[in-house]
């Protein structure tokens, strides 16, 4: 063993799985794969959990799977079905064959579920109960049970029937508070919320968020009780979801941290660039065909940053709101048509109060009372597009099935530069030929 | 009553009051103020404590005190801590010495602390006990204290010592798993995280999303326990933080929702695109630098959108991986040197990828080798300035005590606009001089 590994591994043995985690994340890559078979299975499986998603991938590709089995033995099902994606296509199959029989059942059930699902984020750990039970002969069974590991993060028990259909909940503080004698189908709560295995993330957040339960219970098509999701599995989930929308509004993949190897970025950003290069030559066309208005009258290139830039803020901050409200479940398809109304109410108001300063300005600074009228003009068209742009381009996007956040703020500003540049180039054509300005 | 009232009260009744307080959101307001005072008070005020803020302010402002008082009595002291501060001013001291003695105490402890911190998000409700109680004694106190409003949310209980300092922590499970003769300080666990009552929402945050528990104590200063957070509304606060982040980074006040009246959102937008305006006027100010250079050589005047729309764009996705890792506490102060290095490499690599296209394109496009040069030399110079704004901002504005997030895409795309322009009209003056272009 080299001689530098004890310090570290001293250290790191009194971490927290979390804070080990941490530790794993901010290591230079070698060190943290040299580190990880000297750490106990246990802590370096709980560990290995809390990882980023690169980071995780990154180590066990470098882990011999004679070292990964007793790792992975030590975890949860529902975790190990988390890690088996991150490792090599071709140690799957392997790995998974080398996990003990009940172990490997449970990971490949729970792998069926696609993992932005509620059934991607699900426990199998719970304990069920039969309506007929008593509080004291309940009290009985978790004693009984209380070395397994089913028993970890216990919040709730679920009283199921005999088809395994979920009819009723019971905190552990009705085990605690109610008599020894009641009956289960006493004490359950009937009005179960529950999540469906194929609601989505962002559905199984907003219902945390909405009734703030500490789990919900997960059913099938049929009703039967496969899972629970823990309330700080979802914050993670809600968390990873928003910050999500804020990186694809802007066309990053979603999973860019600041320290992610410059190479890795370049592979995800490179092709939004592109694309965004794609609609800003359609913007550039647009000045082009006004490039003869433009020789003779070239105080109009010095206002199209002006135009750019005022269209593109207050089309991302439309779309910022219609995006956010739709991932957090705030808004309905019905909705649009009102907020399309208050976006062009706005668009009209702001357009107005900012398009009379940049024409005063204009009419100042470049002494043409005509470049501030068409400054102006152009200033409301643009702010009237970027509203309606931030609103029809996030509904249109949903209504196609495509994440609303996806590159929106790439095509809103395309709209904005193009619709900006032709109203405001254009009108300045026509002032020249009628005024002669 | 007027007759339309009945049949909207029949049907909200029977809602759970997240749902309800749903449909108060999206009522008209006068339906939503005219149906209020007729809700049982218990189930009015558990709804008004899950609407969003300005829907709270404007239901709390149009009812009498005689109704409200009957309606805040009901709920826990941290859910009135909350509505208090959405009270129009003058109403909030009467409205406090109204409650009755215990609970006006309880929420005026609460009112102490900063609503953005662990102590403006935590409850007041919460179980101590000693260590030398048994299991069985604390079972009895429990079933003692069963029809205590201040047992509801119980998911841990909390041992303390004779200051009141926070020793150890026992789950309900533990209660229900060991045995009835154990003492808490063997069953406790001692390893306590926990939150200090002044930690900030987003630390808050990040502890919970860390350790994974269902609630985490919060300590004042001299380590006594004063209050509770549970996982739940650590999870509204983390989601209200991500999507805050998102509307700050584009000039929205963070509070705006799709469906906020017009009016409202033009007080909170307007001042932010007159912002936008005075820094867009220094992209156009550098623009008219080179007039006479654009009257030369018009095609000029044709790339600007690609050059503004290619920077704009980069450093959006620099700032938005920054200011997101900042928020979650993934990034420290002493990472901007790595920060940078990474997005400077990225900025080298992706402004030639991208250079050399616009060069071709320009080239081709105009029929000038010198406009194409011109435009990738530009095009490499832009994107490592937006590598650099999109890390010297935020980071600037963390060091000045600034959220990082606010207007920084504002900010970033002035530099992206003056930069790019400065370089590409500069680098066009050059070559026109040097070789005749």
Same mark, same amino acid.
């Given at each position: +063993?080299?001689?530098?590994?004890?310090?570290?591994?001293?250290?790191?043995?009194?971490?927290?799985?979390?804070?080990?985690?941490?530790?794993?994340?901010?290591?230079?890559?070698?060190?943290?794969?040299?580190?990880?078979?000297?750490?106990?299975?246990?802590?370096?499986?709980?560990?290995?959990?809390?990882?980023?998603?690169?980071?995780?991938?990154?180590? #066990?590709?470098? #882990?011999?799977?004679?070292?990964?089995?007793?790792?992975?033995? /030590?975890?949860?099902?529902?975790? $190990?079905?988390?890690?088996?994606?991150?490792?090599?296509?071709?140690?799957?199959?392997?790995?998974?064959?080398?996990?003990?029989?009940?172990?490997?059942?449970?990971?490949?059930?729970?792998?069926?579920?696609?993992?932005?699902?509620?059934?991607?984020?699900?426990?199998?750990?719970?304990?069920?109960?039969?309506?007929?039970?008593? $509080?004291?002969?309940?009290?009985?069974?978790?004693?009984?049970?209380?070395?397994?590991?089913?028993? /970890?993060?216990?919040?709730?028990?679920?009283?199921?029937?005999?088809?395994?259909?979920?009819?009723?909940?019971?905190?552990?503080?009705?085990?605690?508070?109610?008599?020894?004698?009641?009956? +289960?189908?006493? $004490?359950?709560?009937?009005?179960?919320?529950?999540?469906?295995?194929?609601?989505?993330? /962002?559905?199984?957040?907003?219902?945390?968020?909405?009734?703030?339960? *500490?789990? &919900?219970?997960? &059913?099938?098509?049929?009703?039967?009780?496969?899972?629970?999701?823990?309330?700080?599995?979802?914050?993670?989930?809600?968390?990873?979801?928003?910050? /999500?929308?804020?990186?694809?509004?802007?066309?990053?993949?979603?999973?860019?941290?600041?320290?992610?190897?410059?190479?890795?970025?370049?592979?995800?950003?490179?092709?939004?660039?592109?694309?965004?290069?794609?609609?800003?030559?359609?913007?550039?066309?647009?000045?082009?065909?006004?490039?003869?208005?433009?020789?003779?009258?070239?105080?109009?290139? @010095?206002?199209?940053?002006?135009?750019?830039?005022?269209?593109?803020?207050?089309? +991302?901050?439309?779309?910022?709101?219609?995006?956010?409200?739709?991932?957090?479940?705030?808004?309905?398809?019905?909705?649009?048509?009102?907020?399309?109304?208050?976006?062009?109410?706005?668009?009209?108001?702001?357009?107005?109060?900012?398009? @009379? $300063?940049?024409?005063?300005?204009?009419?100042?600074?470049?002494?043409?009372?005509?470049?501030?009228?068409?400054?102006?003009?152009? +200033?409301?068209?643009?702010?009237?597009?970027?509203?309606?742009?931030?609103?029809?381009?996030?509904?249109?996007?949903?209504?196609?099935?495509?994440?609303?956040?996806?590159?929106?703020?790439?095509?809103?500003?395309?709209?904005?530069?193009?619709?900006?540049?032709?109203?405001?180039?254009? *009108?300045? &054509?026509?002032?020249?030929?009628?005024?002669?300005?």
């Amino acid at each position: +063993m080299p001689e530098t590994t004890p310090i570290h591994l001293d250290e790191f043995l009194k971490l927290h799985p979390a804070d080990l985690a941490d530790r794993l994340q901010r290591l230079p890559l070698e060190e943290a794969q040299r580190i990880l078979p000297d750490l106990p299975p246990t802590l370096a499986a709980r560990a290995l959990a809390e990882l980023e998603h690169d980071r995780q991938h990154e180590l #066990l590709k470098a #882990l011999p799977i004679q070292k990964l089995t007793p790792l992975l033995a /030590e975890l949860p099902p529902n975790v $190990v079905a988390d890690l088996v994606p991150a490792l090599p296509p071709s140690a799957r199959r392997t790995t998974l064959d080398a996990l003990p029989a009940e172990q490997r059942q449970r990971v490949q059930a729970l792998l069926r579920y696609a993992s932005d699902t509620a059934g991607g984020i699900m426990s199998d750990r719970f304990i069920t109960l039969r309506e007929d039970m008593t $509080v004291e002969a309940v009290r009985e069974l978790l004693r009984a049970h209380a070395q397994e590991e089913r028993t /970890e993060d216990v919040a709730y028990l679920y009283v199921t029937d005999a088809a395994q259909r979920l009819v009723g909940i019971v905190s552990l503080r009705d085990l605690v508070f109610r008599r020894a004698e009641r009956r +289960m189908s006493e $004490v359950m709560n009937r009005d179960v919320k529950f999540l469906r295995a194929d609601d989505d993330q /962002e559905k199984t957040a907003q219902r945390f968020e909405h009734y703030h339960y *500490l789990g &919900l219970p997960v &059913l099938d098509q049929e009703g039967r009780l496969v899972g629970v999701v823990k309330a700080s599995d979802a914050l993670e989930v809600a968390q990873a979801e928003a910050t /999500e929308d804020m990186q694809l509004m802007v066309g990053l993949s979603g999973e860019e941290r600041a320290l992610t190897p410059w190479q890795t970025a370049v592979r995800r950003r490179l092709p939004w660039l592109y694309i965004n290069l794609a609609t800003a030559f359609l913007a550039a066309f647009v000045v082009s065909l006004f490039e003869s208005t433009i020789a003779r009258w070239t105080a109009l290139a @010095v206002f199209l940053p002006v135009i750019a830039g005022q269209g593109g803020n207050a089309g +991302m901050q439309t779309i910022t709101v219609i995006v956010r409200d739709m991932a957090l479940g705030e808004i309905a398809p019905g909705d649009g048509r009102r907020a399309l109304f208050k976006e062009m109410m706005l668009g009209l108001v702001n357009g107005l109060a900012v398009g @009379v $300063v940049v024409g005063m300005i204009g009419w100042w600074w470049k002494g043409s009372f005509a470049l501030g009228v068409v400054a102006c003009a152009a +200033m409301v068209l643009n702010q009237l597009s970027a509203a309606f742009a931030g609103v029809a381009i996030p509904f249109g996007l949903k209504a196609l099935r495509i994440d609303p956040a996806l590159a929106s703020s790439i095509f809103v500003t395309t709209v904005t530069d193009v619709a900006g540049f032709f109203f405001f180039l254009g *009108l300045a &054509l026509l002032a020249m030929r009628w005024f002669g300005a």
